[in-house]
């Protein structure tokens, strides 16, 4: 089953509005990733947020963490047109030090 | 500082044909990651290399496929006797550290099995 599930798993949103990306999980985690993947391209870590956190800033990111609720958000403030990527979310499972596991990602895009 | 370089970057095989799938890691990084990303999906673990040693491979297949980080050199993932199923855009990631917190990706390599 899939560990981080990513919703919605498509959004669109005019340039200068905020755009909110939410990633559920099922076990306990270590800490949970942000990954930016443009078309055709490796993905770029974005953002991580340990377990004992609530709540992270960078730059126009801003990313949260519900352990209770094993949930997370990201949230992109001022949209831009380069924002227009897939974003995922990544967790390591069962606090496994190997591997992360990935969600099917969000389809962004940022209309100029 | 180059990134984490992959190479090819699209490989075209017949059925049958092995494929060979080169990553070099960020300078001075010694784990290796390898996942498969199917269209539409995320990014599936295959296996987690450091220099000469295969820590987790849980996400290899059994057969067809294996995977080496050697002393010198890149890290290779190679499949055998490809088949249509194993058309995937395949990448590598480096970490500095034996943890998974940011991993470095490649651009990937696309396979695809005619």
């Known amino acids: ?112 | 500082n180059a990134g984490v370089m992959q190479n090819p970057r699209h490989l075209v095989r017949r059925r049958g044909q092995e494929a060979r799938l080169r990553c070099s890691p960020v300078k001075g990084h010694s784990h290796v990651y390898w996942y498969r990303q199917l269209p539409e999906e995320g990014l599936k673990f295959m296996v987690y290399l450091q220099k000469e040693n295969i820590i987790d491979e849980s996400g290899m297949p059994k057969e067809r496929f294996s995977a080496e980080f050697p002393k010198e050199g890149p890290s290779i993932l190679r499949i055998q006797q490809v088949v249509r199923g194993d058309s995937a855009a395949y990448f590598c990631a480096s970490s500095a550290r034996a943890t998974n917190e940011k991993l470095f990706f490649g651009s990937g390599t696309q396979l695809s099995v005619l």
């Not at chain 1, 089953?1 to 498509?10: R, V």
């Not at chain 1, 999980?25 to 953002?47: A, E, F």
């Not at chain 1, 800033?57 to 990313?63: E, Q």
């Not at chain 1, 990544?90 to 990602?105: C, I, P, R």
Request: hydrophobic share 30%; glycine share 8%; aromatic share 6%.
């Open chain 1, 1 to 112: 089953s899939q560990q981080g599930e990513e919703d919605p798993q498509a959004l669109s949103i005019q340039e200068g509005e905020n755009a909110t990306m939410n990633c559920s999980y099922k076990t306990s985690i270590n800490n949970l990733q942000w990954y930016r993947q443009n078309s055709g391209r490796g993905l770029v870590h974005l953002i991580l947020i340990r377990s004992n956190e609530r709540e992270k800033h960078s730059g126009r990111l801003r990313v949260t963490l519900d352990t209770s609720k094993k949930s997370s958000s990201l949230l992109i403030t001022a949209s831009r047109a380069a924002d227009t990527a897939s974003y995922f979310c990544a967790t390591d499972a069962n606090g496994a030090n190997s591997k992360l596991t990935f969600g099917k990602g969000i389809t962004l895009s940022v209309r100029p």
